[in-house]
Structure formats: structure tokens, C-alpha cells
């Protein structure tokens, strides 16, 4: 099990963790929960990473190591290495605004030749969230996906998963019954460690000041619908919210009913919010502006 806090920034990997970590980020805060699946007694192959910029700056991160290949947790933790490494290295090098975006590419071009330098046929997904002050903006590779919701349920955002069954249900050909129990929903059509990896830059979307913002393996969304996770995450404090959302997850995985969709695996959920008080703020500023 590794956990590092190197000032600002915190790396998880091979967690199997019975309680949520909390930190406050960018005029906000972060609820984690990491665990391994209940189905087996090798390490938790996800990894995560919390990485503070400033006061207004920050950047989430997950990668999910692919079961069932080689060197899996390893190539979660290498990938979210060089995430880290690129960003502080634009950090360290540009002291006035420092381009988050051009770090975080570079880091999943790193990420993608580190892992595939293993030799060893690895491969994780991986995403990432840039925070910069009342915006967000998502980047990522395979399956793990990043949900920005608002108060009152709304789905503001929501990366597509790279694989069949994710671009089936965004032309609309699958609906979400049918996706979370498809034979192929397992498939990945690209990843860190491919020589045809290719990166997905999501828009700029503001982030409202009751909007929740999630980033999650899979070993979330194959175990509750879209509609619940979101009517879990919308309201309610961070730390209950992250609570009831990882034990209800991991009820499903080892207490299977034909009502619920159930898939024991790795568990990584990463539940960021804005702070109320600066947020509020921010509303009475820009109205008397």
C-alpha cells in the first residue's frame, strides 16, 4: 500500500481502504474512497491523485490498471507518476500562470510511453479534472469517466467511456439498462500503454456554486445506474455523500439481486464540491459588480 503527501499533493494506490479520505483543494473540498474488489485478495489495481496548485488551481485524477493484464496496478501508479511529474515540472519552470492544460497533455504522452515501456503488455485508463477557480475542464483516456452534476440533479457534464458500449450509448443505440448489463460492457477501446492512445479534451464548464463533481472507475457505474449516482451525490454533506456512495457500491458487488446491477471490482470514487461560503462570495461580487 502506498499513500504519499508530498506538500500539496497526495498519490493513492493499492488502497483497500474502510474509510473515505478528505482534504480541502481549491475553494473546495475532496472526498476519496479506494478499495480493491471483495471478489479477490490481489491488490487494488486504480489509483488516485489529489494535486493542489493554488489557492483556486487543482487537479483530480484516476486511473484504473486493466484487470486481468499484466502489471495492472503498477501501470495505474506509473500513469498518474507522470501526470504529477508534468504538472510540477510546469509548475516549477513557469512561476507566472503556468499552462495547466499543456502539463496535463504531456503527462498522458508520458504517462502512455512509460507504461508501454514496461514491456510487459499493461494498460490502465486514466482522467483528469482541471479545476480553475469556478471552472472545470476533463481530459481523459478509456473508461473512467468524470460526472458534473448540479444541485437539483442535472447532469451538466459527462465524459463518454471509450469502448463500444460507451459510444453505443451516446449515438443513442443503447439505453442504460441495456449498457450496464451488455456482455461487452467490459471491452476498452483505448488506453495508456497503446500505441494508438489518443486523449479526450472535454469543454470549459463552470461549476455553479451546488454542483458536485465526480471522477470514478468502473467498479462505480457497473454497480449503481447514472440516476442513482447522481441522486446520491446532488445534495447532502461531502462526507455522507462519499459514505453512502462507496458502501452502497460495495453492497451491490457482494450482495447481487436481479433488481440491481452488481460486478464485484475495484472501487476509486474521487467526489469533489465548491465551497459554499466562497461560492456565495463569488454570487455577491458579481452582483454588485
Not at 504529477?84 to 492544460?101: A, G, H
Not at 499493461?122 to 478509456?142: F, K, M, P, Q, S
Request: proline share 4%; charged share 25%; hydrophobic share 35%.
Amino acid at each position: 500500500m502506498a499513500t504519499e503527501q508530498l506538500n500539496q499533493l497526495h498519490i493513492f494506490s493499492r488502497q483497500d481502504m474502510t474509510c473515505p479520505h478528505y482534504c480541502s483543494i481549491a475553494g473546495g473540498s475532496v472526498g476519496l474512497f479506494s478499495a480493491r474488489s471483495p471478489a479477490k485478495e490481489t491488490d487494488n489495481e486504480d489509483a488516485a491523485a489529489i494535486l493542489s496548485v493554488d489557492d483556486k488551481r487543482a487537479v483530480l485524477a484516476v486511473a484504473d490498471g486493466l484487470g486481468g493484464h499484466l502489471a495492472g496496478a503498477e501501470a495505474a501508479e506509473l500513469a498518474l507518476r507522470a501526470l504529477v511529474k508534468s504538472i510540477q515540472t510546469e509548475l516549477d519552470c513557469v512561476t507566472d500562470q503556468p499552462n495547466l492544460r499543456t502539463a496535463i497533455l504531456n503527462g498522458f504522452e508520458t504517462a502512455n510511453r512509460d507504461v508501454t515501456a514496461l514491456g510487459v503488455g499493461a494498460g490502465t485508463t486514466l482522467a483528469a479534472l482541471e479545476i480553475d477557480g469556478n471552472t472545470a475542464r476533463t481530459y481523459h483516456v478509456g473508461d473512467t469517466e468524470i460526472l458534473i452534476v448540479g444541485q437539483r440533479g442535472k447532469n451538466h457534464h459527462q465524459t463518454v467511456s471509450h469502448s463500444p458500449v460507451g459510444y453505443a450509448v451516446e449515438a443513442g443505440l443503447l439505453n442504460e439498462k441495456e449498457a450496464i448489463e451488455h456482455k461487452d460492457r467490459h471491452i476498452v477501446s483505448n488506453i495508456v500503454g497503446s500505441e494508438d492512445m489518443r486523449i479526450e479534451i472535454g469543454p470549459v464548464v463552470k461549476i455553479r456554486p451546488r454542483d458536485t463533481i465526480v471522477l470514478a472507475s468502473d467498479g462505480l457505474f457497473d454497480n449503481l445506474r447514472l440516476s442513482e449516482i447522481i441522486n446520491l451525490v446532488r445534495k447532502g454533506p461531502l462526507i455522507k455523500v462519499v459514505q453512502q456512495v462507496s458502501k452502497l457500491c460495495q453492497d451491490r458487488m457482494v450482495n447481487p439481486q436481479e433488481s440491481h446491477p452488481s460486478k464485484p471490482d475495484d472501487l476509486t470514487l474521487l467526489v469533489y464540491r465548491p465551497d459554499q461560503i466562497a461560492s456565495r462570495k463569488k454570487s455577491s461580487n458579481s452582483r454588485h459588480n
